[in-house]
């Protein structure tokens, strides 16, 4: 399958891709994926960026068989850029790939043509014949029902029986959270979930009871978002006070990811890695996925040094007071833009969204500021996104 062109990947920078995997980093752990059976790499990349075909490369070169991607991300190119490089390296084989449906989340008697429209385009993208798992793409709450129409898990199954997809699965970082899992454990036909997952989530009693019923359930299950803006928030950690992070030789986000999966719940962390330092990082925090007594200790003091900046998307709280202003989306998208330096794309969100969403002129903030339980400052992040991505 070919789509034209649609990355400059030259002969030259594909050679030294291949050649080029990170060093040192051999011998990455697998995991099985629940009940898909299937084997695969404790990390993987996230691509909701504007993908490096010769970092794609390196990341193959190096144990990274896992990929996450979404017919939304860089408004297709990034499947395209994957397409061009599994084609050409002949890595396909090698890679649990998994890319979404963004685009058609519709149920009813419509159902099975949207996702096998949206399904080909992807496949042709791509270049394959299959995906591995494929996803509908940010689950919210008010979507819940699709999760249970019937014409949605025969559309889904229907496609698996055809070969062009392994398994299904959905991706959520919803408000609802713990319910959207729950109900996915129930449905008996998601297979897998990619959901928000980090030290400061994984304590939550809702999400810890719904994981216990996902994994009862034996989904696979996949964390993003594992970082939890561990790396952030330099007004509050001047530089020494985490010195023994880094005397020891890791980061605050390397811990982050260990804790993730210490915890034995989790088989994939998938994390947007942009350069070769962050793959090294990242590969080297999956090698040795144990944190010390005092590491654990370094890390919770990060945590509720950090909590009043970090929005965990309950918006259950704060937006009932925001007159329908989105709070939880739009500081999502603020983290986007100043975390992980993602600022085209967290604008492009933030604009997508309906006026009433971010339109702060009516909405009571101070009113939801007291409302959050986790004291972050409201009223001056939502002006301070708007200011950024408006
Ligand atoms: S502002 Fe506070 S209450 Fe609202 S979603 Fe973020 S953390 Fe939750």
Excluded at 328 to 337: K, T, V
Aim: proline share 3%; hydrophobic share 40%.
């Amino acid at each position: 399958m070919a789509t034209a062109g649609a990355t400059a990947l030259t002969a030259s920078a594909f050679e030294r891709g291949l050649a080029q995997g990170v060093k040192g980093t051999a011998g990455l752990p697998t995991a099985t994926l629940g009940k898909t059976g299937a084997k695969t790499s404790t990390l993987g990349m996230g691509t909701s960026w504007s993908l490096s075909p010769s970092f794609v490369l390196a990341a193959l070169k190096s144990g990274v068989h896992y990929i996450d991607t979404s017919e939304n991300y860089e408004n297709t190119l990034a499947e395209k850029v994957l397409g061009e490089v599994l084609e050409r390296s002949g890595m396909r084989k090698d890679v649990y790939l998994v890319t979404k449906n963004g685009r058609a989340k519709v149920g009813g008697p419509q159902a099975f043509a949207a996702y096998e429209k949206r399904l080909t385009g992807s496949l042709d993208r791509l270049r394959t014949d299959y995906i591995d798992c494929y996803y509908l793409h940010g689950i919210e709450g008010r979507e819940i029902p699709l999760l249970k129409d019937p014409d949605v898990k025969a559309a889904f199954e229907k496609l698996k029986k055809s070969g062009k997809i392994k398994f299904c699965g959905l991706s959520c970082h919803d408000r609802q959270l713990p319910e959207i899992v729950t109900v996915a454990a129930e449905s008996g036909w998601i297979d897998q979930i990619m959901i928000q997952y980090n030290y400061r989530t994984m304590g939550n009693d809702d999400v810890r009871r719904a994981m216990d019923a996902a994994a009862k359930a034996n989904l696979a299950l996949v964390a993003m978002k594992t970082q939890g803006g561990a790396g952030g928030f330099k007004e509050v950690n001047p530089a020494g006070k985490f010195q023994e992070f880094v005397d020891k030789g890791f980061k605050k986000q390397q811990a982050a990811i260990k804790t993730v999966l210490a915890e034995g719940r989790i088989q994939v962390v998938v994390s947007e890695m942009t350069n070769r330092d962050m793959l090294r990082e990242n590969m080297a925090a999956c090698l040795e996925p144990k944190l010390s007594l005092r590491d654990q200790e370094l890390l919770e003091r990060h945590r509720l040094a950090t909590s009043h900046l970090y929005c965990q998307g309950c918006g259950q709280h704060c937006e009932p007071q925001a007159g329908g202003v989105a709070v939880a989306d739009i500081l999502r998208f603020l983290r986007y833009d100043e975390v992980y330096g993602k600022t085209r794309n967290a604008r492009e969100l933030y604009q997508a969204l309906p006026e009433s969403a971010r339109n702060l002129a009516t909405a009571n903030l101070t009113a939801a500021q007291a409302a959050c339980p986790h004291g972050l400052p409201v009223v001056e992040l939502m002006a301070r996104a708007e200011s950024r991505l408006a």
